[in-house]
């Protein structure tokens, strides 16, 4: 067989660009890996960035890997268990692409990983940052061809340097191998006619007008640099501050408002527009505490950019720009799906595939608004017509589109609730697809690792989610209520105070007090905050919880007792997870594994350490499934990986 020439192979690598690899949790020290590359030449391409909106992202993956130079892996905790990183290293020996690895974590690697980190190809990032880069770029020019100055090692040779013939056999055998795996795993979608977006995802800054004299000119710069921030946070929906709309026939979307005072309040009127037909798509009205001026930009970033980004991304799926009226309806139902509208959700979402039957995207926000209506609704027989039709739009949205990662990720919401592999199966495909902008599959997956007591990895995958969306609320919190269970609780307090900050309720930081003493030890800022009228709880459930609060401050035992009756005459209807959390913390461990019920990510928390050696727990967490869990996946939660394990860990 004639090999080609290799000297035309070799120019062609050295002007591709570095296809740089890593996993999704790593993906802000990726990013500084790419800049720190390419500030010393090299070329780079990282999904984070360069996948455009609209595009395939697994046919972009695969075109920017058989073209580069060379393949940079940002080896990590996190990328040591990615099977994304595992298939794109098949795909990179399969097109006969160098690998360089840059450890930014000092972690041993798995088998999987084994023969990349054993050759010489790998650096190691916390030796020291900048030697560290130089290193790794002189070694992409040695593998790809490019000569340095002075340099006279041929590119061929250097490649033969670097693969043995032990080497070469492991490659074929590794590039026949993925090639299977490609086959039956779905690589026919290699295969297809890559598409690029059908038009620009880019959002102008109109301004906020005042229509009053007596507000700060001040205030709308620092609207306009919030909500620049806001949308900067993620590369898929773009920014601009030009002072007219670029030209063209294609929409061209500008977000601005008005603000004015009226009396006490500050209201603000937001409007997203496009300008090419002159239709507004989205408007919203909000009145703000005029005490409270200096928040109105973090607000109005926050409420904005969460309705707009959602709106842009799923628009940016489709094959061709949604008409006006279609995406408006759109942006209704991202309005409502991230206020929990139940289902006022699924009305607009209803409407987007009345005119728009073949946007994939459109049914998953229609199987997302039965999700809502289905949580909402307490008769058992519609709750369960309403999971069921869910279910049938998210195989709608996946029939016509099967990357589609909104409907893998919150098809996981209406299957069995017990069903845990099937969680894990679809949230790791949902990632594996291009991630949500709003890292709401990583959200998911997190908390379905911390109902199965796999608290490490929640944590890491909540990261991801606050990484992709900073700006939502539930992410920040489930972070820290993870944080405070594994012991961090000096992290966790940021995350708390970076949800009050984003919530949209003024006594949120109240909420979190009342509930969360029970894992802090916070027990004087607990019994401030039931003590306050304006935290919305329950009567009899604000004094139960009041006597526990007051009885774990002292530590006296006959206030415990009482304290224990208090709670279990809480009507059952009140009985939440944090009565459940106080009666372990009192001692009472049989009555707080019933209330607990069928939450199991309430059993790995710190209040909750007697629960588990308690003799009914091993049943419970058979009947919810977690033990088949457990034993077919190989896993087990973080506490059964201490010294002191409870009794229930030798059933798996």
Not at 91 to 114: N, Q
Not at 324 to 346: E, P
């Amino acid at each position: 067989m004639n090999e080609p020439e290799a000297g035309s192979q070799e120019d062609t690598r050295a002007s591709s660009p570095v296809f740089v690899s890593y996993a999704t949790a790593n993906r802000k020290r990726a990013l500084a890996v790419c800049a720190a590359i390419e500030s010393r030449g090299p070329r780079c391409w990282i999904s984070a960035r360069d996948v455009a909106p609209g595009e395939n992202y697994q046919e972009a993956i695969v075109r920017s890997l058989r073209d580069a130079r060379a393949v940079v892996l940002v080896f990590s905790k996190a990328a040591n268990g990615s099977d994304e990183i595992k298939k794109e290293l098949s795909l990179a020996s399969r097109f006969h692409v160098p690998v360089l690895t840059l450890r930014i974590d000092d972690v041993e690697p798995s088998d999987a990983f084994a023969y990349e980190l054993s050759t010489r190809q790998w650096v190691d990032a916390f030796d020291g940052w900048d030697k560290s880069i130089d290193v790794l770029v002189g070694r992409i020019d040695q593998v790809s061809g490019a000569k340095p100055k002075g340099a006279t090692t041929t590119a061929t040779e250097t490649r033969r340097r670097w693969a043995s013939p032990l080497h070469r056999g492991a490659r074929l055998t590794a590039a026949l191998g993925s090639l299977l795996l490609l086959i039956i795993g779905g690589g026919w979608w290699i295969l297809r006619t890559p598409h690029a977006a059908a038009h620009s995802m880019t959002v102008r800054m109109a301004g906020f007008q005042s229509l009053t004299t007596d507000l700060s000119t001040a205030l709308h710069e620092t609207i306009g640099a919030e909500i620049i921030a806001a949308f900067n946070a993620d590369g898929v929906i773009g920014v601009s501050t030009a002072s007219a709309p670029v030209a063209g026939s294609t929409p061209a979307y500008a977000l601005g408002g008005t603000i004015h005072r009226m009396g006490d309040t500050i209201r603000v009127i937001t409007k997203f527009t496009n300008e090419r037909s002159g239709v507004i798509l989205w408007s919203d009205s909000i009145g703000y505490p005029a005490t409270e001026a200096a928040k109105i930009p973090h607000r109005i970033a926050i409420n904005a950019a969460t309705v707009v980004r959602c709106g842009l991304f799923g628009a940016s799926t489709y094959r061709k720009p949604l008409p006006d009226s279609v995406l408006g309806n759109y942006l209704q139902y991202c309005q409502q799906y991230w206020a929990y509208g139940g289902n006022k959700t699924l009305i607009p979402a209803q409407r987007v595939v009345a005119a728009a039957p073949d946007f994939s995207w459109g049914w998953s926000a229609v199987a997302n608004g039965f999700m809502q209506a289905f949580q909402d609704e307490a008769d058992h027989r519609r709750a369960n017509d309403l999971r069921n039709a869910g279910l049938e739009a998210e195989a709608k949205a996946l029939a016509l589109d099967p990357g589609n990662s909104e409907a893998l990720a919150h098809k996981a919401y209406l299957i069995d609730p017990h069903d845990w592999i099937g969680h894990e199966t679809l949230f790791k495909r949902a990632i594996a697809a291009k991630p949500l902008d709003c890292g709401c599959e990583h959200f998911g997956y997190g908390l379905t690792l911390a109902n199965v007591g796999r608290l490490k990895e929640a944590a890491d995958e909540f990261r991801a989610a606050t990484d992709m969306l900073a700006l939502w609320p539930d992410s920040q919190q489930a972070l820290a209520q993870t944080l405070v269970a594994l012991g961090q609780l000096d992290d966790a307090r940021t995350h708390f105070a970076t949800a009050i900050d984003l919530s949209s309720d003024p006594e949120h930081g109240k909420w979190i007090a009342a509930n969360q003493a029970v894992e802090t030890g916070d027990y004087s800022a607990a019994i401030a905050a039931l003590r306050d009228s304006k935290l919305r709880i329950p009567a009899e459930r604000r004094a139960a919880l009041l006597t526990g609060y007051q009885a774990l401050a002292s530590g006296d035992a006959p206030a415990k007792r009482t304290a224990v009756r208090a709670l279990l005459g809480v009507p059952e209807e009140q009985q939440n997870d944090t009565v459940a959390a106080m009666l372990a913390a009192l001692g009472a461990n049989r009555e707080a594994l019933q209330i607990a019920g069928d939450n199991p990510s309430l059993f790995w928390r710190r209040s909750m350490r007697g629960v588990l050696r308690d003799p009914a727990f091993p049943d419970v967490v058979t009947q919810l499934g977690l033990v088949k869990y457990w034993k077919a996946t190989h896993t087990k939660p973080d506490v059964c990986t201490k010294t002191s394990s409870p009794p229930f860990c030798r059933m798996i």
